[in-house]
C-alpha cells in the first residue's frame, strides 16, 4: 500500500460545478497536509496548507482533513476554467530540516466554459 | 521577488550519456531540494541541503546521481550514466530556513527525455 493514495483522474467539470478532490494516507505520523496546484509545463504551486485535522478556506477553496480516518480533500467551489490544472496532496511528519514531502500521484481537473 | 531558475529547461539524450541541470534559488533560502517527477506521479525527494550540508540524500540513486550546493547558494544534479527511467522532469525547489520546511517554492523544472 502507498503511504499517500490520490483519487485517478482525470476529473472534467462545467464551469461553476462544485469540485473535491481526495487523498487517503496510511503513515498515521504526518501532521501537515498541503494541496500544490500544477499548470501544465510548470512546477507545483502551493495552494493550502493546514495541520492536524480541521477545516481551512481560503476564497473558493476550502481544505478538509480528517485524521481519524486518514483522509484529506480539497473543495473548490465556483469552479472556473482557469482552475483547470493538476492537483497534488502531500503530507509530512513535521516542518522541521527533515520534513520530507510525500506526494499522491495528482488528479487533472479540466473545467469546462 | 524572483522564483526558483533552473536550467537548462528541456534536455534529450541517449542512454549512458551524461546530463546536468542547474538550480538559483529564491535569494536567502538556505533549504534547497531537487524532486524528480516522473510522467503521471508526484514529485519524489532526491536530495534536500541545508545551505551547503547534505540534511537527506537517502532516495538518491548514488550510482548515477550526483548533487552539489557549493557556497550554499546555486545547486547543480547530475546523472552519468543515464538509463531511459530517467526521463523525468526535475524539479528544484526551495524555502526560506528550517521551521519553514513546508512552505517550499518548485522552479518549473528540467524535462529530461532519455532515449
Known amino acids: 500500500q502507498k503511504e499517500v493514495e490520490q483519487d485517478p483522474g482525470p476529473l472534467s467539470v462545467p464551469e461553476g460545478a462544485i469540485v473535491s478532490l481526495n487523498c487517503t494516507y496510511s503513515n498515521s505520523a504526518f501532521q501537515y497536509f498541503m494541496w500544490y496546484r500544477q499548470y501544465s509545463r510548470k512546477g507545483p504551486e502551493l495552494l493550502m496548507y493546514t495541520y492536524s485535522s480541521g477545516n481551512k478556506e481560503d476564497g473558493r477553496f476550502t481544505a478538509q482533513v480528517d485524521k481519524s480516518s486518514k483522509y484529506i480533500s480539497l473543495f473548490i467551489r465556483d469552479s472556473q476554467p482557469s482552475d483547470s490544472a493538476t492537483y497534488l496532496c502531500?503530507?509530512?511528519?513535521?516542518?522541521?530540516?527533515?520534513?520530507?514531502?510525500?506526494f499522491g500521484k495528482g488528479i487533472t481537473l479540466s473545467v469546462r466554459p | 521577488e524572483a522564483g526558483v531558475a533552473q536550467s537548462p529547461r528541456y534536455k534529450i539524450i541517449e542512454k549512458r550519456q551524461s546530463v546536468a541541470f542547474w538550480c538559483n534559488p529564491i535569494?536567502?533560502?538556505?533549504?534547497l531540494y531537487w524532486y524528480q517527477q516522473i510522467l503521471g506521479q508526484g514529485p519524489k525527494l532526491l536530495i534536500q541541503?541545508?545551505?551547503?550540508?547534505?540534511?537527506?540524500d537517502s532516495q538518491l540513486p548514488k550510482d548515477r546521481f550526483s548533487a552539489e550546493r557549493l557556497k550554499g547558494v546555486d545547486s547543480t544534479l547530475k546523472i552519468q550514466p543515464a538509463k531511459l527511467e530517467d526521463s523525468a522532469v526535475y524539479l528544484c525547489a526551495s524555502s526560506r530556513h528550517l521551521s519553514s520546511g513546508n512552505t517550499i517554492y518548485f522552479g518549473e523544472g528540467s524535462w529530461l527525455t532519455v532515449v
Open positions: 502531500a503530507m509530512s511528519p513535521n516542518t522541521g530540516a527533515n520534513s520530507k514531502l510525500t
Open positions: 535569494s536567502g533560502h538556505a533549504t
Open positions: 541541503f541545508q545551505n551547503n550540508g547534505v540534511v537527506d
